[in-house]
Structure formats: C-alpha cells, structure tokens
Nanobody, 122 residues
C-alpha cells in the first residue's frame, strides 16, 4: 500500500510560480515511480512528468516543458513539482500517482493522491 498526499496548490496570477509537493508513505513506496498528472474541467487527465526514486525521469509534457521542474527529496520521501511562468491554461487539479514502473499512461498507476487545485488568473 502506498499513500500519497499532495499540497501546495492555490491561486496565482499568470507569470507566477507555485511548488507542489507529493508526500509518499507506505511499506514499499520506494519501489514505485511517481508521476504528476493534471485534469482541467471538462478535459481528460493529462500526464505531466514521472520520476523514480533512483533518479530516472520521463520527458515533460510539451505543454509544460521549460517551465515545470520535477525533483525529489529521498530523505523526506517527497516529490516536488516546481511550476514557473504559470499560464491560465495550467489551471487544473494536479495529482501525483504511483506505479510499479516509469510510465506516462494513467492506467499504469495504481495509487493516486487526492489532488490539489491550481488556479491561474490573468
């Protein structure tokens, strides 16, 4: 069992920054890849990036490339998503998820956090 808790969402003006956190716990969480997905109202869930505790990562989604950075603090069992130069189209609920292998496919992910809302206004 892996438990994920996101935090750090909020309301921010376009051009601003937020840092999301995903705190992981559970007996075997270190064997899982952690990803960030987001879902805007009326849209399908979108993959953002995934990483493993050993340091491997997928490419970022084109929509966030160059603006978002994913990092890990293995000592704190936390994965971060630093979001800079935010745009109104980044408005969504952001989820972290855990899967046994690195993947950009939501169906591969077994465990999900509750999500954190990010709202970007212009």
């Amino acid at each position: 069992q892996v438990r994920l808790v996101e935090s750090g969402g909020g309301l921010v003006q376009a051009g601003g920054s937020l840092r999301l956190s995903c705190a992981a716990s559970g007996r075997t969480f270190s064997g899982y890849a952690i990803s960030w997905f987001r879902q805007a109202p009326g849209k399908e869930r979108e993959f953002v990036v995934a990483t493993t505790w050993s340091g491997r990562s997928t490419p970022y989604a084109d929509s966030v490339k160059g603006r978002f950075t994913c990092s890990r603090d293995n000592a704190e069992n936390t994965v971060y998503l630093q979001m800079n130069f935010l745009k109104p189209e980044d408005t969504a609920v952001y989820y972290c998820a855990a899967a046994p292998m690195l993947s950009n496919n939501a169906y591969e992910y077994t465990y999900w956090g509750q999500g954190t809302q990010v709202t970007v206004f212009s």
